[in-house]
């Protein structure tokens, strides 16, 4: 075990702990976070049981990197038994094995990374976690987040975040769709929905993003939407069901 405590450089950095049996790993981690803009170290564990009497004492840690397969105590556990302690923490899980990612999710992970780890899937699962970060410090109420958008046939059309149950790509636009009407915007998929909530606005499929609050039911493939007009199914792809089960208030 290695524990460091360096003195924080910037106090909006988010604090990590990395868990994990491997020495290289915990090498290769200390060097990603190091590199890193948005991380500061205040420990590395290989022993899970250790990182756990760690945690369960500090209160000052905002990101766990969490191996699956360790010895005596498997990640899937630790998450189980630290859960109370764990409620204020983001946590995300490093593994060689795919067929985890949707376990994890079940248990509010927020990001996944899959060994052998690469520099750019250790920042893209560290720039979702800095999403998650600071709208829960910088919240922003729904239900007053009121905007315009402007459609493709010149009307400017005011709208709240929960207006939208699902927005869609259509050819080199996207169409937004409410409750009883759509717009077509001149926008990429991408653009549109970094502009909105990543709390409760989740990607479906390559070409759909749906509104969680506004799901009914999901499916193997499918999320079904109620309308006026009746139930929609909304198309679920395989990359992207782990992120839709992370988000939503599974009892």
């Keep these: 075990m290695r524990i460091i405590f360096p003195c924080l450089?910037?106090?909006n950095f988010m604090r990590c702990l990395v868990i994990d049996d491997d020495e290289a790993i915990l090498l290769q981690m200390e060097k990603l976070i190091g590199e890193s803009d948005l991380l500061e170290p205040v420990g590395f564990f290989a022993d899970a049981e250790q990182a756990a009497v760690f945690l369960l004492s500090n209160k000052n840690v905002d990101v766990v990197f969490l191996d699956v397969e360790l010895p005596r105590i498997s990640g899937i556990e630790l998450l189980t038994l630290l859960k109370t302690a764990l409620e204020n923490v983001f946590v995300v899980v490093v593994s060689s094995k795919e067929r985890y990612a949707v376990e994890a999710f079940y248990k509010n992970v927020s990001a996944y990374i899959l060994k052998p780890i690469t520099k750019i899937s250790f920042i893209k699962a560290v720039n979702k976690v800095k999403e998650l970060y600071d709208e829960k410090h910088n919240p922003v109420d729904v239900k007053d987040r009121n905007f315009?958008?402007?459609s493709n046939d010149g009307r400017y059309v005011h709208?709240?975040?929960n207006d939208i149950f699902w927005i869609e790509v259509n050819r080199n636009d996207i169409c937004l769709h409410t409750n009883d009407d759509e717009f077509q915007i001149s926008a990429t998929?991408?653009?549109?929905?970094s502009k909105l909530p990543q709390s409760i606005f989740v990607k479906t499929h390559r070409s759909?993003?749906?509104?969680i609050n506004r799901i009914s039911m999901i499916l193997e493939n499918d999320v079904i939407i109620k309308t006026i007009e009746g139930d929609v199914k909304i198309p679920l792809s395989r990359n992207y069901r782990g992120e839709l089960l992370g988000k939503i208030n599974l009892l």
């Design 9 to 11: 450089k910037i106090i």
């Design 189 to 193: 998929l991408k653009d549109f929905t």
């Design 208 to 211: 759909f993003v749906v509104n």
């Design 148 to 150: 315009f958008v402007k």
């Design 159 to 161: 709208l709240n975040c």
